[in-house]
């Protein structure tokens, strides 16, 4: 619905409050929320908006309405609501033999509808309604009203019908595999964005699902030779700024990108190689040719060189901006991922030093917190001691402490043990249990029967080896499950590093991944490909271990958390 500001004008208004005429059946309410006029709508200030203005065509009238009141008010409308919604339930559901629970149900909620309605009186407070019309195009209530037909006549149905068992199963596979697509359209927007060239970014058609990669060949270039040398290990490629007498030339470097920009002299013989140029087409004489663009001039026109049909090449073409358009083919741009590992700093070695942190955190804090966790989790099961139940209520009691609570004081105790800029902060507290995964693996210890730990102990095991050999190997669901939240929660980690690391060597993927996110945002084709590298091992962990992550969610309740 469209609105108007105070001086009547067509605008946006923010937190308006028209003041309505009493005299005429309405009253001073507040219109709160952003309200987007429209070219062509017009209202009067303090007037509810009944409909659009200066918008042709017909429609179906939905009324549409709003209650303006108090708490008190709203309180008892609800328990009404509660109240009237269990005597329905109740004559709409089969006879039962003395089934007057819903009478006791009904009565509480008439009884709260009474003592908000009393309070509704004491302390006081207009209630209005605001009411207003929108129009909904025929074809959209009509496709709207047979929705609704097919929905419920399915339902009936499904319900009559002796196969419906099958065809609700049905029903329910082909439900689970649309959330599926659903859910899993992200993921895929983020592969098929790694492989898109810059030019499908931003499409004038819209998104673009089908990448396509602009068809290139090789041209050795005489007046702008490309020169190959090899600078801090890596081959490295550039124009030639300066040829010096000896025969030496001064390279600016164009490749690996992490070394864009930089000038080394290189040494002779120098060696030439082609550079990959477009293929573009465009129109001669009538005629649709073929070339490759030798040059790109400073207007945005083009220099073509022409080889297809036969009779032109060779020929020389300066194209004005626009005439020769690249070739472009449906195909993948598997360069954007070795491109994305080139624009890392020389440091990185190509993401393997952020690799490399990042596996000694996983596995580190893997261990530490399975190891950590239930060996204490066992001690407050099974081993009974003086105010066993009262340390337990209060490990219990810090999961309640915010993590910015102890932000502080973590950073002052690493940075006096002189652990910053180094990857201890990061995985030595793993090895000092965490309170849920405690609780998690007391709850699976006490439900194994005390009689193996009694064999165990008669047998000469001392507790820790029955801890290790008897107790621990029952809980293969819960081992899992804890294991793999935390390969996640380390591999994703980003305050911690954030916190506690400087140097750009010791950062984790996670850490990376958002600093390429800030120095490579305007180009989504590379970091959507650095991101997609990103998760491919926490991928390949959840597939070869979901079925003991599904068997160990089901079994300890962890699938919110």
């Known amino acids: 619905m469209a609105a108007c500001g105070p001086s009547g004008r067509n605008g946006a208004a923010i937190g308006v409050r028209p003041t309505l005429d009493r005299s005429q059946g309405r009253s ?47 309180g008892a409308l609800a328990c009404a609501a509660a109240a009237i919604g269990t005597a329905l339930r109740h004559f709409a559901s089969p006879p039962s033999q003395d089934d007057r629970s819903w009478i006791r149900v009904a009565l509480f909620w008439t009884l709260g509808a009474a003592l908000f309605g009393v309070l509704h009186v004491v302390v006081g407070g ?28 399915s339902m009936v149905w499904f319900q009559r019908h002796p196969a419906a068992k099958t065809l609700k199963l049905g029903a329910q596979h082909l439900a689970l595999a649309v959330g599926s697509v659903v859910f899993g359209l992200p993921f895929v927007w983020l592969l098929l964005t790694s492989f898109k060239e810059d030019v499908d970014m931003a499409s004038p058609e819209g998104l673009v699902w089908i990448p396509k990669v602009t068809q290139t060949v090789p041209y050795y ?37 992490m070394l864009k920009g930089r000038t080394v002299t290189a040494q002779p013989p120098l060696r030439i190689v082609a550079r990959k140029v477009p293929l573009a087409h465009l129109t001669l004489d009538g005629r649709k040719a073929r070339g490759r663009v030798v040059q790109e001039l400073d207007d945005g026109g083009r220099l073509v060189e022409v080889f297809d049909p036969p009779e032109m090449k060779g020929r020389l073409v300066q194209a004005r901006p626009g005439e020769a358009p690249d070739i472009r083919q449906p195909g993948l741009r598997w360069q954007n991922y070795w491109e994305a590992l080139q624009y890392l700093p020389p440091e990185a070695n190509l993401g393997l030093a952020y690799l490399n942190n990042t596996l000694i955190l996983v596995v580190l804090s893997v261990i530490g917190t399975l190891l950590s966790s239930s060996l204490v989790a066992y001690g407050f099961a099974r081993i009974p001691f003086p105010g066993r139940e009262t340390l337990f209520l209060v490990l219990l009691g810090t999961m309640m402490l915010p993590a910015a609570v102890t932000m502080l004081p973590n950073f002052l105790i690493f940075r006096w043990l002189g652990w ?40 000469g095991c001392n507790p820790l ?31 911690g590093p954030l916190i ?31 991101a997609t590298m990103s998760i491919v091992p926490v991928l390949a962990v959840f597939f070869f271990a979901q079925k003991y992550f599904i068997e160990g969610v089901s079994l300890s309740g962890l699938g919110g958390r």
């Open 28 to 74: 001073e309410s507040r219109w709160l929320g952003r309200l987007a006029s429209e070219e062509g709508s017009s209202c009067s200030q303090g007037e509810w908006p009944r409909r659009r203005e200066g918008r042709s065509g017909g429609g179906v009238p939905i009324p549409i309405f709003w209650i303006v009141a108090p708490w008190t008010a709203w």
């Open 420 to 459: 910053v800029d180094t990857l201890m902060p990061l995985w030595v507290p793993a090895f000092f249990a965490s309170a849920f995964n405690v609780f998690l693996f007391r709850q699976f210890f006490l439900g194994i029967p005390k009689e193996l730990e009694d064999a165990a102990t008669l047998d």
């Open 126 to 153: 207009p209630v209005e309604l605001l009411r207003g019309v929108a129009q909904i195009p025929w074809i959209a209530a009509v496709g709207i009203l047979i929705l609704l037909v097919g929905a419920t006549s």
């Open 465 to 495: 080896r029955t801890y290790w050999q008897v107790m621990l190997p029952q809980l293969k669901p819960a081992v899992a499950v804890v294991a793999i939240w935390t390969f996640m929660g380390a591999w994703n980690n980003f305050m």
């Open 500 to 530: 506690f690391i400087n140097s750009s060597e010791k950062m984790p993927i996670a850490y990376a991944v958002q600093l390429y996110q800030a120095d490579r945002a305007a180009e989504p084709g590379l970091l959507m490909a650095f």
């Open 221 to 257: 270039d005489p007046e702008r030779p490309l020169v190959e040398t090899q600078l801090e290990g890596f081959t490295a490629r550039g124009d030639i700024l300066q040829r010096n007498p000896d025969g030496s030339a001064v390279i600016d470097i164009a490749e690996p990108y």
